[in-house]
Nanobody, 126 residues
Framework: QVQLTESGGGLVQAGGSLRLSCAAS????????MGWFRQAPGKEREFVAA????????RYADSLKGRFTISRDNAKNTVYLQMNGLKPEDTAVYYC???????????????????WGQGTQVTVSS
């Protein structure tokens, strides 16, 4: 069973940048789509970005396009989320997740992702 471990979160001022990493171990990673989600206090967990196995297809939440970039390095079993121009409303716990299926059509639905990391806190101060 693959395990996912996020890192790279922290406290940053508005306008700053962070790069989150999600390292996979113990199972299949390189053949599955991967996604990032986030959950702010009192809110539902929401889709942020996804990437297919070969990193040739990406998908983003409409509100985040142009600020966030998802990428992956299959040789390192790691997926990344580069976050630029951070805003206080980006404050949340960020989770990476592995799609339950081998497919090239990226999904934004939370229930389609079977394996989750423990999350990393991102706090953006104004």
């Amino acid at each position: 069973q693959v395990q996912l471990t996020e890192s790279g979160g922290g406290l940053v001022q508005a306008g700053g940048s962070l790069r989150l990493s999600c390292a996979a171990s113990g199972g299949s990673f390189s053949t599955y789509p991967m996604g990032w989600f986030r959950q702010a206090p009192g809110k539902e967990r929401e889709f942020v970005a996804a990437i297919n196995w070969g990193a040739s297809i990406t998908r983003y939440a409409d509100s985040l396009k142009g600020r966030f970039t998802i990428s992956r390095d299959n040789a390192k079993n790691t997926v990344y989320l580069q976050m630029n121009g951070l805003k206080p409303e980006d404050t949340a716990v960020y989770y990476c997740a592995r799609d339950r299926a081998l497919r090239n059509v990226l999904t934004t639905e939370r229930y389609e992702y079977k394996i989750w990391g423990q999350g990393t806190q991102v706090t953006v101060s104004s």
